[in-house]
């Protein structure tokens, strides 16, 4: 699949464009720059959630391509969204890299006090259990 309305923005060169990003990024960006750099990159709902903490609400106004899900083809498809434009998103909404990571460290930390949290319950609940024997 290839299209020839502009060069690659990535190398400049005059090949044949991608014609799936270009419809559904419009991003123009030859076949090989997209195999080559992390930009163009496809990444999961999942991915965009862990490493660039972006909500729900931002998520859906993303472009994304549809693929099967490859665990199990009757489960809902897979979205794949491009790199380049969660990383936009995602400095947009946190100021740069900086407070990216600070965010990513706020939510480790969260995460690890509800461990704790939830830890300590169980080990209080089976304490009590084994006391009361």
């Known amino acids: ?40 990159k496809l990444i999961t709902k999942a991915e965009v959630v862990q490493m660039f903490c972006l909500p729900e609400g931002t998520i859906q106004v993303l472009d994304f391509i549809e693929k099967e899900n490859p665990r199990h083809g009757t489960w809902t498809p897979m979205k794949l969204f491009l790199q380049k434009q969660v990383k936009k998103y995602s400095h947009d909404r946190w100021g740069g890299l900086e407070g990216l990571l600070q965010e ?22 089976s304490k009590a259990h084994h006391q009361g024997k």
């Open 104 to 125: 990513r460290r706020r939510r480790d930390e969260k995460k690890l006090k509800n461990a704790l949290k939830r830890t300590s319950g169980l080990l209080k609940k």
């Open 1 to 40: 699949q290839g299209i020839n309305t502009d060069s690659c923005e990535a190398c400049r060169e005059d090949s044949e464009l991608n014609e799936t990003f270009y419809q559904r990024f419009q991003v123009s960006v030859c076949n090989q720059c997209k195999i080559s750099n992390d930009d163009y």
